[in-house]
């Protein structure tokens, strides 16, 4: 990652819910387990009774974390091996397991002297008792578990766009870089996904108010009233947009549902950097749509659903709709953890920020040394690796093996044990 934060860390949209719901299932289940029929995916569980407010609402303000879930690589997209199974196998599972205790094994290595010397991330732990652990994807709506196909405007306004990720273009002004590149924006909802470090939120309630405080780059302050109907006359003009969007909360019982509209409009193709857009999903999270140039129509919206499920844990549903952008509306379920110890650093994104200028400089030197003979214009563009989904998620086969490895020898069989051994 270019970014310096890496230093810190290492219809409408109720018809598109619905929309999405009954892709989920129907009927109820007490507990969030992995079902017989791995295809199944039940209704997340309201039957947790969280502690209430002095004024009465459910409490859900705690610190909590997703890193896990990037640290399992829980991808956005489902891997083509599991298919239209949301749960993986036992077998898959297993391999899930051993990877995260190999990755806690790498981590108490690194810490065997200084702070932190004998401890573990406690990854492993998370995978053995969070169900969220056997999960196949975040994405599960669309039951393939893969984003809908985009129209074709927006598939040639994705294209044709440009970032820092982007092979093949030219650098000349901010124009030219995405909201992330130039410490704006995440984008929306791509703010609300695991990113590949600085993953952690806070929530805080007063009042009439919930607020969601993102680690990187994003802090919502949503007001709360009694219900939709209440949440449509809240939210403001259509010519009114912002990064975040204009988020109205209300409560179903113990779920708090927000609905975001007025998402900063645009797209990367425009060289008008005013009317850019925030991609809304962003390709720092592990299996989106590459280049960070997905358009968004003012028809954006979503619905979210944060409901306690545990005391240490937080299920985040989320339906985006934006019928000018994707064939049909998706939807993601993500587990935040409570992690009362999780450190917040500031993300001081664009203090020292070089990157666009350094880009900028680098292109008109080699634009100007092709002309003098000096590079060969067809040299590999290393930038091309951004355009593929290179994540691997390791439980869906042995991790390969590495180019021009050979396998270890076996060892030795052991001595065979003598008497008194």
């Known amino acids: 990652m270019r970014h310096h934060g890496f230093a810190s860390r290492i219809a409408a949209a109720a018809s598109a819910f619905a929309l999405a719901a009954s892709t989920l299932g129907a009927a109820p289940v007490s507990a969030q387990e992995r079902p017989a029929?791995?295809?199944?995916?039940?209704?997340?569980?309201?039957?947790?009774?969280?502690?209430?407010?002095?004024?009465?609402?459910?409490?859900?303000?705690?610190?909590?974390?997703?890193?896990?879930?990037?640290?399992?690589?829980?991808?956005?997209?489902?891997?083509?091996?599991?298919?239209?199974?949301?749960?993986?196998?036992?077998?898959?599972?297993?391999?899930?397991?051993?990877?995260?205790?190999?990755?806690?094994?790498?981590?108490?290595?690194?810490?065997?002297?200084?702070?932190?010397?004998?401890?573990?991330?406690?990854l492993a732990d998370w995978v053995k008792t969070?169900?969220?652990?056997?999960?196949?994807?975040?994405?599960?709506?669309?039951?393939?578990?893969?984003?809908?196909?985009f129209t074709p405007q927006a598939k040639a306004l994705h294209e044709s766009g440009r970032s820092g990720w982007v092979p093949g273009i030219d650098y000349d002004w901010v124009s030219d870089f995405d909201s992330w590149d130039r410490c704006?924006?995440?984008?929306?909802?791509?703010?609300?996904?695991?990113?590949r470090y600085n993953n952690g939120i806070r929530v805080f309630q007063s009042p009439g108010y919930v607020t969601i405080y993102l680690e990187m780059l994003g802090n919502r302050v949503i007001p709360l009233v009694a219900n939709r109907e209440a949440a449509q006359r809240r939210h403001w003009p259509a010519q009114t947009e912002a990064w975040l969007g204009n988020s109205v909360g209300w409560w179903e019982g113990n779920t708090l549902v927000v609905e975001t509209t007025n998402i900063k409009s645009g797209d990367s193709a425009t060289h008008d950097h005013y009317a850019r857009n925030g991609s809304p999903l962003n390709i720092a999270t592990q299996a989106v749509p590459p280049y960070n140039t997905i358009p968004t129509s003012k028809q954006a919206r979503t619905v979210e659903r944060l409901t306690m499920t545990g005391p240490d844990s937080l299920m985040h549903e989320l339906t985006y709709t934006d019928?000018?952008?994707?064939?049909?509306?998706?939807?993601?379920?993500?587990?935040?953890?409570?992690?009362?110890?999780?450190?917040?650093?500031?993300?001081?994104?664009?203090?020292?920020?070089?990157?666009?200028r350094d880009y900028i400089t680098a292109s008109r030197a080699k634009r100007r040394?092709?002309?003098a003979g000096l590079v060969d214009p067809n040299a590999p563009d290393d930038r091309a690796n951004w355009a593929r989904i290179f994540d691997r998620d390791p439980a869906v086969q042995p991790p390969p093996e590495a180019p021009g490895a050979q396998a270890a020898p076996a060892p030795a069989p052991a001595p065979a044990p003598t008497r008194g051994s």
């Open 37 to 122: 029929d791995l295809t199944e995916l039940p209704p997340v569980p309201t039957d947790y009774q969280p502690p209430k407010t002095a004024w009465g609402d459910p409490d859900i303000s705690n610190s909590y974390q997703v890193e896990y879930l990037n640290n399992t690589r829980i991808l956005f997209q489902r891997p083509a091996e599991y298919g239209d199974r949301f749960w993986q196998t036992d077998e898959e599972f297993a391999r899930r397991l051993d990877a995260a205790e190999r990755s806690d094994s790498n981590f108490t290595q690194a810490n065997e002297t200084g702070i932190g010397a004998g401890g573990t991330q406690g």
């Open 130 to 149: 969070s169900p969220f652990a056997k999960r196949t994807s975040m994405l599960v709506s669309p039951a393939d578990g893969q984003l809908p196909p």
């Open 323 to 356: 019928p000018e952008v994707f064939t049909a509306p998706w939807t993601t379920r993500v587990e935040w953890i409570r992690d009362d110890d999780y450190t917040f650093f500031e993300y001081a994104c664009h203090e020292g920020n070089r990157m666009p």
């Open 184 to 195: 704006v924006s995440r984008g929306f909802p791509a703010s609300m996904y695991p990113f």
């Open 369 to 371: 040394d092709i002309a």
